[in-house]
């Protein structure tokens, strides 16, 4: 392929995606002669959107809310993202369309960055929340070797719904278990949206961690929720949601560009300024 690469992000409404910022600054880093734009596609547009991504002049896209279950059926997906249940990244191998989900190396390289041994202390793992975000986290953890997960929902039947999807490492809890399920837990995390600005707070004692615990949030807005503040006065070791959405984004950019960008405090920062003015 000759002149300038082009990535996408589609999305119904897209215009608040972090994403343009954070691919443009490593194009930028790399001297790469690429592009990386919004794309805002309804639902019943989507799948022809698709379709012509690459007459649209595109190589891979990333895909948003609403698309991502639309994509993973519109395309080849790996074991990541047939195992989620969404597609977020794909690419085009030929004419082939490909997808992967990549929240799980997301969220597994923000934890390596914050506590490069958090698998020695994984067992018993307490994941609150079974939505999209929840099922990233479960699956990279079991992709890890964990095999005791709680996963503690508002709404049980979803965390049933998980032990069928990713089988017996999976322990269904009701909110009500918390107190006794962290008891016995050094990594707690939340992938829930409680705590994110204009939701409700997440009322988490942290400390009935023990001293040597890991706390995971995977809500970036605010960078530093509630919980993560509360772990860090108790000298707990946390990874963020932001150092998530950075990771995640790797792949992607690999992909598209050719180049294994590093996530860097520099990037780290441009997109924190970007929170904080929000
Ligand atoms: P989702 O699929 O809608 O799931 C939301 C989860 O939050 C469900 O488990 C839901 O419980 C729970 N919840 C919501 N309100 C609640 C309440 N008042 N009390 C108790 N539980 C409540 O959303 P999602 O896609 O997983 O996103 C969740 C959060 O993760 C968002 O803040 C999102 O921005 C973030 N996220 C971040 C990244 C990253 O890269 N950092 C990636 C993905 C997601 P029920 O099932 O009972 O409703």
New binding site residues.
Partial sequence: MTGTRAACIIGWPVKHSRSPKLHGYWLERYRIDGDYRMEEVSPADFPAFLATLAAHGYVGANITIPHKDAALALSEPDDRARAVGAANTLWLDGDRLRSTNT?VE??IG?LDAAAPDWRARADGAVV?????????VVYGLIECGVTTIHVV???FE?AVAFRERFGPAVRPAR?SDVPRLLDNARLLVN????G?AK??PLDIDVNRLAPDAVVSD????PLKTALLAAAERRGLRIAN??D??LH?AVRGFELWFGVRPEVTRELFDLLAADIAKA
């Avoid at 992938?191 to 409680?194: E, I, N, P, Q, V």
């Avoid at 995977?218 to 807005?221: E, G, N, W």
Wanted: glycine share 18%; charged share 10%.
């Fill in positions: 929240d997301g969220f923000a609150l929340g079974a939505g999209g975000g929840a099922r990233a929902n508002r709404t979803k909110w992938a829930t949206s409680l994110m939701q409700p995977v809500v970036y807005v949601g932001l998530m959405l995640q």
